[in-house]
Nanobody, 120 residues
Framework: QVQLVESGGGLVQPGGYLRLSCAAS????????MNWVRQAPGKGLEWVSD????????YYADSVKGRFTISRNNAKNTLYLQMNSLKPEDTAVYYC?????????????WGKGTLVTVSS
């Protein structure tokens, strides 16, 4: 049973930082692309970042590029999102999502999310 559990969310001030984690189980974590997706209050889903199975390739949405860093520790079956220079518009529920076996075919499992609130 695939399970993705996000953690690390909370309240931070603008300009602050936060590190999100996603604990994965129920599949061979090291074989899949992983993604972070977010949903701001009242808005739709926004893809944030993804990382290939080995961690050697990473991609970011323009809105977070230069501020966020995705990484993974395959030995720990854990995905991370280091979020720096946070802005109020980063406020959202952040979801960890597993990529499908075939590249470019999207994701097939999601976690329940962790809420990040950036506010003074």
């Amino acid at each position: 049973q695939v399970q993705l559990v996000e953690s690390g969310g909370g309240l931070v001030q603008p300009g602050g930082y936060l590190r999100l984690s996603c604990a994965a189980s129920g599949f061979t974590f090291s074989s899949y692309w992983m993604n972070w997706v977010r949903q701001a209050p009242g808005k739709g889903l926004e893809w944030v970042s993804d990382i290939n199975s080995s961690g050697g390739s990473t991609y970011y949405a323009d809105s977070v590029k230069g501020r966020f860093t995705i990484s993974r520790n395959n030995a720990k079956n854990t995905l991370y999102l280091q979020m720096n220079s946070l802005k109020p518009e980063d406020t959202a529920v952040y979801y960890c999502a597993k990529g499908r076996t075939t590249p470019y075919n999207g994701v097939d499992y999601w976690g329940k999310g962790t809420l990040v609130t950036v506010s003074s």
